[in-house]
């Protein structure tokens, strides 16, 4: 397999897949709006889509620096699924049912998505396969156990546990001894989620500005270079990139994830590998990997490369660093000997929102009509619409029309955390932490005890993730 003819970059391979969109109108001049939204990834559409669905009347104005779906949401691994970062620390702060309650919503958010695409017409490659998750070390096999059995507890009853008998059944990844595998969750193409998003609101209605960065955002103002727009409700959907908006310094750390895409591989691999239901594919190690089989049967890969940009930079339409490509591809033919002679299409990289103690939320301040939602981490595919009909709900009732609803009374809703540490302390805090979980996953490799790497145990101590 060679990586000398891979295109780096490029926002993202799904784009090259289906071309890059041309830009809408930026913002004009000053404006108005009964909302204003910052930000045209999927939290944004979604709660332009949910609160327009709820009050055909509202006059909603979307303000996106680049195009819609420019960052995470043009870029990610398709896993619809059900997980929702920070649900076991919501557990401890309000208690389990609160938190069954919210993995329940997930487990429906991810029929919602599939519900309303369909709906909408909204082609997104969408295939419902589940998610199994594999474990290629004792120690990955102990914490796959452990895994599965903390997932039933928040009342997912439906999720099965496979020897390696059973994985290879499904997918032949090499060396695994375990799995464990929902019915919650399913494979997608992102860009094509994202832009048929944001023509479907635009066909409802809502006004979208693209190439209009948002410099400010202050109680009923999102201030532009082209001008500024009022509004009772501005919402700041912009994940991470957040660090750029004045005062937002510190708020999410943006977190770099990388991935790598094959050319698509030819009917004599796929015997190899089966892969014949199109299961989105993760592992137990600490720095994980996610996969897809596409629909036009390449495997897509990614996984933590250079985890983070000193100062909280942000982007580099996408491009990642050469060593990161040769990380990725060394860990497909490690799963997949059989893909060593396939060429990588196309790697790229985004930015995730990471708040300080590793919780989303969708919050609404009652008291200046600023709302927010994100700090998915890495589960935002499925997560942005619950956060969307979230923010509806909660706008409608702060707005008088309607009362607290099953969504609004969520332990995600409202939730606030410190800021992260000013430099250098959170390029040094970070970094440290993925070269202690790749030290530990590169110690679980060869060691024969089922137990967790001591390194990753107080890497996770450390970083508040634990
Ligand atoms: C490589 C990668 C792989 C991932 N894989 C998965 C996965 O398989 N499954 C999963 O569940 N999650 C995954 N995620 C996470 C998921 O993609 C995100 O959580 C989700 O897309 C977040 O959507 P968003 O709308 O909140 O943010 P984004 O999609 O990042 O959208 C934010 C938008 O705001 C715009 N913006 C930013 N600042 C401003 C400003 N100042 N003014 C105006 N506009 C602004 C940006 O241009 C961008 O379009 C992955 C993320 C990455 C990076």
């Known amino acids: 397999m060679s990586t000398v003819s891979t295109v780096n970059g490029g926002i993202s391979f799904w784009y090259a897949d289906r071309g890059t969109p041309t830009p809408r109108e930026p913002l004009p001049g000053d404006s108005t709006a009964d909302v204003c939204i910052v ?36 870029r990610n691994g398709g896993w619809l699924y059900n997980g929702i970062a920070g649900r076991d620390r919501y557990a401890k702060l309000h208690g389990p049912d609160a938190a069954v309650r919210l993995q329940q919503a997930m487990n429906d958010t991810v029929d919602e998505v599939i519900r309303v695409a ?208 040769e990380a990725l591809r060394e860990l497909l033919i490690r799963l997949f000997p059989t893909t060593a002679g396939t060429p990588i299409a196309h790697a790229w990289s985004g930015v995730l929102g990471v708040p300080r103690d590793w919780c989303a939320t969708a919050t609404l301040d009652r008291s200046t009509g600023l709302g927010w939602a994100g700090g998915y981490v890495g589960s935002g595919v499925a997560t942005t619409n619950l956060a969307a009909r979230t923010l509806r709900d909660l706008i409608q009732q702060d707005s008088g029309q309607s009362g607290p609803t099953e969504l609004t009374a969520l332990p995600w809703v409202n939730h606030r955390v410190r800021r992260w540490e000013p430099e250098p302390l959170r390029w040094l805090g970070v970094h440290g932490m993925y070269a202690a979980y790749r030290a530990a996953d590169r110690r679980e490799l060869t060691s024969p005890r089922p137990g967790t790497d001591r390194i990753a145990k107080i890497a996770d101590r450390l970083s508040g993730r634990g």
């Not at 609160?51 to 779906?69: D, Q, R, S």
């Not at 509004?231 to 943006?254: D, I, S």
């Not at 991935?259 to 239901?277: F, R």
Request: net charge neutral.
């Open 39 to 74: 930000g045209g990834g999927y939290t944004g559409l979604w709660t332009a889509y949910y609160l327009k669905k709820a009050v055909p009347f509202l006059n909603i104005t979307v303000l996106e620096a680049k195009f819609c779906g420019y960052g995470a949401s043009g």
């Open 118 to 325: 369909a709906e909408e017409k909204i082609d997104a490659d969408i295939h419902r396969g589940g998610v199994l998750e594999v474990a290629y070390t004792p120690a990955q096999l102990a914490r796959l156990k452990d895994f599965h059995s903390v997932e039933i507890a928040f009342g997912e009853t439906d999720r099965t546990l496979h020897g390696a008998r059973e994985t290879s059944e499904r997918i032949r990844v090499n060396g695994a001894v375990g799995s464990t595998w929902t019915p919650h969750g399913a494979r997608l193409h992102p860009a094509k989620l994202v832009t048929g998003l944001a023509d479907t609101v635009e066909a409802l209605g809502v006004t979208i500005h693209e190439s209009t960065p948002v410099t400010e955002i202050r109680p009923k103002h999102a201030v532009t270079p082209y001008g500024t727009v009022r509004a009772p409700y501005v919402l700041r959907c912009t994940e991470g990139f957040t660090a750029n908006l004045k005062g937002q310094k510190r708020t999410w750390l943006p977190m770099n994830s990388s991935m790598i895409i094959t050319e698509p591989l030819p009917a004599s691999v796929w015997d190899t590998i089966g892969w014949e239901g199109r299961e989105t594919l993760g592992d137990m190690a600490h720095a994980y990997l996610y996969a897809q089989r596409t629909a036009d049967d390449r495997i897509a890969l990614g996984g933590r490369g250079y985890p983070y940009r000193y100062g909280s930079a942000t982007d580099n339409d996408g491009r990642t660093q050469p060593a990161t490509i």
